[in-house]
């Protein structure tokens, strides 16, 4: 990785200075570009240029020739692809990181262009908001190479299976632990800030422990009770409850139209039976309405009496009178029903009704919120979207949706919002967010708020002002991988975890990188990451497990991992956590194999064959290379049950863990 090379931030919004605050980091020199820089924020001597970002003097003033990469953040798709190319222009080595929607495009851009990545802050989001309203076990999910990854929670219980088993010795399959958040915080607190592989080894599980396990796998749907009679009356309820809210709200002109055409209908044929009844024929009332609904129906008095000719006029007037009228409202009716029909047919019917209980309310279906909805979905989550506007029968078809505005508590009713698991409040207006979740709050206590903002320090207050509340800031959150993004790192995904942004992140290996060389569990617990998938020179992708920390990064293998943002800028200047661990071998016993140990320590310690056998010969030893815990843990336990008696020692002597550890 780079140092001491600048990145350009243009457009200095709610983003933009985010993302310079986490920049600052990385300990790399930043300037920026703005039209009109805001004086009273303090930016930590970043050099600013006040101009266009498109145009190519005020880019050569800002020093692009001299920029490792430039961060295009307005608001304007258009303003950033036309600056991404005035910059590569001007240098045609230049990082190009840039704030857009338009991904057909730019993919376009990225293969002309070469070395430029898009990301688009509130997809990016997204998933966090989703997950923020649920109390489910699981924590996030993200996808790499259409493989599903899974973060979820597990308490320990009393006849729970890993009651007693060390931390480092969980083994789950296709599975990883990435946090052990013990029970008693007063006795072993969590690291701050979360660190991955933190705990101190072995410490065992105990009851009440909570473990953070990344797997791999697919997205188990929940269990769903069989629907019995309850299932039609609920129906039942749901649609007279509909019909009467529409009817309260006012209907509209087609609606309107049929009910004064069925009103004339009714009317007609009481005055047709009157006149019947009453007129010249004087028919009893049974047979006058039998001959005005004949005559409504398109029939003929010749049908209804023998001789026709000889009656008086003034039935002849009324039958044709009768028949234009029923003919015109009839077609009427006729073709409202059928459009009716059809639209229930092809646009209605892909809508299900909203969901009764244990769902989650997304409120706004703008990108944000129509993100929300599918990552739900994809977890088999019942969701139901609240929108004033229309919502094309094309988005997300399946999707329950309640048209009007969710500050309206009778639109939250009917959304279900006493029986809801979870709210999202994301539409595009900050204040509209709040006053929602503060509603949904007064109205369902006990339902979990999400709310959506875009001013960092808005997000301070709202999260005062609800504490129960998980607030996330898009701009803070989308911030992160514009930075990174920033440095060369390309950033697959972006979700929270115990409060704090986690990066989805892949690496291609240079022969200058700080990664070429180490074994991964020198990366995963020397930077506090987690290397999820690796990719060697074969070409064949494999998720990683504990039992392939050993493996070497060669130029040219691709890795992809987990990281916060400090993870990533320690990577960025290649500063690994100290070794805090010293690893004695002390004898072998009469049942080990020498063949087998000296295996070992070639491929989890760095020996040599003739080390390891010269190492073997003159016992004790102690372990020259400085080990991490987790693995140094690993390392003693494999070794212990091969024969060779060991000791675990912490070099901070005033936490010494000195003793033997009792394996096996």
Same mark, same amino acid.
């Given at each position: 990785m780079a140092d001491g090379q600048t990145v350009l931030v243009c457009g200095l919004g709610r983003i933009g200075l985010e993302c310079i605050k986490a920049l600052r980091g990385y300990r790399v020199p930043v300037r920026a570009i703005d039209l009109n820089p805001p004086a009273e924020v303090e930016l930590d001597g970043a050099a600013i240029t006040q101009g266009d970002f498109r145009r190519p003097e005020i880019l050569q003033r800002a020093g692009i020739a001299q920029c490792r990469s430039i961060v295009l953040l307005a608001d304007d798709t258009a303003s950033n692809v036309e600056g991404a190319l005035a910059a590569r222009r001007l240098n045609p080595q230049v990082r190009l990181v840039l704030r857009g929607e338009q991904q057909s495009l730019h993919g376009l851009l990225s293969k002309q262009l070469g070395n430029l990545v898009v990301y688009e802050p509130n997809l990016m989001a997204a998933p966090a908001f989703a997950f923020a309203a649920l109390d489910s076990h699981i924590l996030a999910h993200f996808y790499i190479d259409n493989q599903l990854f899974q973060v979820f929670e597990h308490t320990i219980e009393e006849d729970d299976a890993l009651l007693g088993v060390a931390v480092e010795h969980t083994h789950l399959p296709k599975s990883q632990v990435l946090l052990h958040l013990p029970t008693s915080p007063s006795e072993e607190a969590p690291p701050a800030p979360m660190e991955f592989y933190g705990w101190q080894p072995g410490r065992p599980m105990r009851l009440g422990d909570r473990v953070v396990v990344l797997t791999a796998g697919r997205p188990r749907r929940p269990v769903r009770n069989e629907r019995g009679p309850e299932g039609f009356l609920e129906n039942a309820r749901w649609m007279l409850h509909t019909l009467h809210r529409r009817l309260g709200a006012g209907l509209s002109r087609p609606a309107k139209v049929a009910l004064w055409g069925t009103g004339a209908l009714c009317a007609l044929l009481a005055v047709s039976v009157a006149s019947f009844a009453l007129g010249p024929l004087q028919l009893r009332p049974s047979e006058a309405f039998r001959v005005a609904l004949l005559l409504l129906s398109g029939g003929h008095l010749a049908d209804a009496f023998d001789p026709f000719i000889g009656l008086d006029p003034s039935v002849y007037w009324l039958e044709l009178v009768l028949v234009v009228v029923s003919t015109v409202l009839t077609a009427v009716l006729y073709a409202l029903l059928t459009d009716r029909l059809l639209t229930a047919r092809f646009l209605l019917a892909r809508r299900p009704h909203p969901p009764t209980r244990d769902h989650v309310i997304v409120a706004g279906l703008g990108t944000t919120g129509e993100r929300i909805a599918? @990552?739900?979905?994809?977890?088999?989550?019942?969701?139901?979207?609240?929108?004033?506007?229309?919502?094309?029968?094309?988005?997300?078809?399946?999707?329950?949706?309640?048209?009007?505005?969710?500050?309206?508590?009778?639109?939250?009713a009917d959304a279900n919002l006493g029986q809801a698991h979870g709210i999202v409040a994301a539409t595009a207006d900050d204040l509209q967010n709040v006053e929602i979740a503060l509603l949904a709050t007064s109205l369902n206590p006990d339902c979990r708020v999400a709310v959506r903002t875009f001013d960092p320090r808005f997000t301070e207050n709202v999260s005062f002002l609800l504490p129960d509340a998980k607030v996330l800031c898009v701009s803070s959150l989308a911030a992160t991988a514009y930075?990174?993004?920033?440095?060369?790192?390309?950033?697959?995904?972006?979700?929270?975890?115990?409060?704090?942004?986690?990066? @989805?992140?892949?690496? #291609?290996?240079?022969?200058?990188?700080?990664?070429?060389?180490?074994?991964?569990?020198?990366?995963?617990?020397? *930077?506090?990451?987690?290397?999820?998938?690796?990719?060697?020179?074969?070409?064949?992708?494999?998720?990683?497990?504990?039992?392939?920390?050993? #493996?070497?990064?060669?130029?040219?293998?691709?890795?992809?991992?987990?990281?916060?943002?400090?993870?990533?800028?320690?990577?960025?200047?290649?500063?690994?956590?100290?070794?805090?661990?010293?690893? $004695?071998?002390?004898?072998?016993?009469? *049942?080990?194999?020498?063949?087998? @140990?000296?295996?070992?320590?070639?491929?989890?310690?760095?020996?040599?064959?003739?080390?390891?056998?010269?190492?073997?010969?003159?016992?004790?030893?102690? @372990?020259?290379?400085?080990?991490?815990?987790? $693995?140094?843990?690993?390392?003693?336990?494999?070794?212990?049950?091969?024969?060779?008696?060991?000791?675990?020692?912490?070099?901070? $002597?005033?936490?010494? $863990?000195? #003793?033997?550890?009792?394996?096996?």
């Open positions: 599918s @990552v739900l979905q994809r977890m088999y989550r019942p969701v139901v979207a609240v929108d004033r506007d229309r919502v094309e029968p094309h988005v997300l078809p399946k999707l329950s949706i309640v048209h009007g505005s969710a500050t309206d508590a009778q639109i939250l930075a990174a993004a920033a440095l060369g790192e390309h950033v697959l995904g972006l979700f929270q975890l115990q409060g704090e942004p986690v990066l @989805v992140v892949e690496y #291609t290996i240079a022969a200058h990188d700080s990664l070429v060389r180490h074994p991964l569990w020198e990366i995963a617990e020397g *930077y506090s990451v987690v290397p999820v998938l690796y990719q060697g020179q074969d070409g064949r992708a494999r998720v990683l497990t504990p039992d392939d920390t050993t #493996t070497r990064l060669c130029s040219g293998d691709r890795l992809v991992v987990l990281a916060t943002p400090p993870a990533l800028e320690a990577i960025e200047r290649g500063e690994m956590r100290p070794r805090d661990y010293e690893l $004695h071998l002390e004898t072998l016993r009469p *049942y080990a194999e020498p063949l087998q @140990v000296v295996g070992i320590l070639a491929n989890r310690l760095g020996y040599s064959l003739e080390q390891a056998r010269a190492t073997l010969a003159r016992l004790p030893q102690t @372990v020259p290379l400085g080990l991490y815990g987790v $693995h140094a843990a690993r390392t003693q336990r494999l070794l212990h049950a091969n024969g060779v008696q060991t000791r675990l020692e912490r070099r901070d $002597h005033q936490q010494a $863990h000195s #003793t033997s550890l009792a394996l096996g």
